[in-house]
């Protein structure tokens, strides 16, 4: 279904800078909207601005597929698809609306509902992309089935730019449940991953759970009969869906706290130890949200010891933002980076120093 929306096609004027860019060997710094300017390390380079290069290029509901320029504000997108009923499953943060589609697939966060219903590249069905060599390629399609070979477009889902210009992007979207239960009871944080894994095995169907001060909040998504029952069996003081909403920008008083702002990614299961600071237990435990003062070899030493990784969302507060990576790790990235980008024109450095 094709749609009159606010459309512009920069393509050609994008193809054109990112030539003159490698022809002069001059790093470009890709920009959306600048709403995670912050997160990462900073770019020195010449702006490429993608806010121009936006609009719905196509959407059919009956395929539950929408394709849209990377300059396209999430606000515009989900606006479309409230329309028809149904939403990008990975609940991206969106910041007011104003954050865009390309930089929602760069930096590839997720919001609570990622670890029921998958992150930002599961949802990637294909895109578009500048590459390094200055050709504008097309990879993936617009079908689930479309996985042979070697994945590029969920590739650049997290790779914050480094690796191509993505000018376009195909995604999976789905229907909007019937119904949702918003509801909050008082519990241990120690208690958590227990029940959580008790209300598992009974078939609630969970799709927000975030210990904050004492209290576990707890989303559930399905039809009319099975949220009536979850209600009936949970209790607890029910909400409007307002704590979601503002999880997902990061509005919440737990992120206005002056420290330094940390995203610790725990193994599934990992024990709920003590964290220096003030914490916010989202994804069932698996993602810890941390507040603090200490140093950033603290908190990843206790991030090693759950088996996860840190990440610093506050600038100037660690001197790598992003999880120090392990030799091998580092020698793939590096590899990717010396076949899509060989000039290392884009974003040169924001994820690590020498990528």
């Known amino acids: 279904m094709q749609r009159d929306f606010e459309a512009a096609d920069h393509s050609a004027a994008l193809i054109e800078q990112v030539q003159a860019a490698i022809e002069a060997r ?3 710094r890709i920009r959306g909207a600048d709403t995670k300017a912050t997160l990462g390390r900073p770019v020195q380079g ?29 606000g515009e997108l989900e606006a479309v698809l409230d329309e028809a009923g149904q939403m990008l499953p990975c609940e991206p943060p969106s910041f007011g609306g104003h954050a865009t589609v390309g930089g929602m697939v760069a930096a590839g966060l997720s919001g609570p509902r990622r670890p029921w219903s998958g992150a930002v590249r599961d949802f990637v069905l294909g895109c578009r992309v500048v590459t390094g060599h200055g050709k504008h390629l097309r990879f993936g399609g617009e079908v689930m089935k479309n996985v042979a070979g070697y994945d590029v477009s969920r590739l650049l889902a997290g790779s914050f730019g480094c690796l191509g210009l993505v000018t376009e992007v195909s995604l999976k979207v789905l229907p909007k449940p019937r119904a949702v239960l918003d509801t909050a009871l008082e519990m241990p944080a120690q208690d958590m991953q227990g029940r959580l894994r008790h209300w598992r095995d009974a078939g609630l169907p969970i799709t927000g759970a975030c210990h904050a001060q004492g209290v576990l909040h707890l989303r559930l998504e399905g039809g009319e009969g099975s949220i009536r029952a979850a209600a009936a069996t949970l209790g607890g003081e029910r909400g409007d869906g307002a704590f979601w909403l503002a999880l997902r920008e990061a509005t919440l ?16 299961g990992a024990p709920l130890s003590a964290l220096p600071g003030e914490t916010l237990l989202d994804w069932g435990g698996a993602q810890r949200w941390l507040k603090t003062d200490a140093s950033a070899e603290t908190v990843r030493e206790i991030a ?12 100037g507060a660690a001197a790598d933002p992003f999880h120090p990576l392990s030799d091998g790790l580092l020698r793939i990235h590096r590899q990717l980076k010396a076949q899509l980008d060989p000039h290392g024109i884009f974003n040169p450095g924001r994820l690590y120093a020498t990528i």
């Open 253 to 268: 008083p737990f992120f206005a706290d002056p420290r330094a702002l940390w995203r610790i990614s725990a193994a599934v």
């Open 26 to 28: 001059t790093p470009l």
């Open 304 to 315: 090693a010891r759950l088996d996860g990784h840190a990440t610093c969302f506050t600038p």
């Open 46 to 74: 010449r702006e490429l601005d993608m806010r121009a290069h936006r609009g719905i290029v196509s959407y059919d509901p009956t395929e539950l597929v929408v394709t849209a320029r990377a300059g396209t504000t999430l």
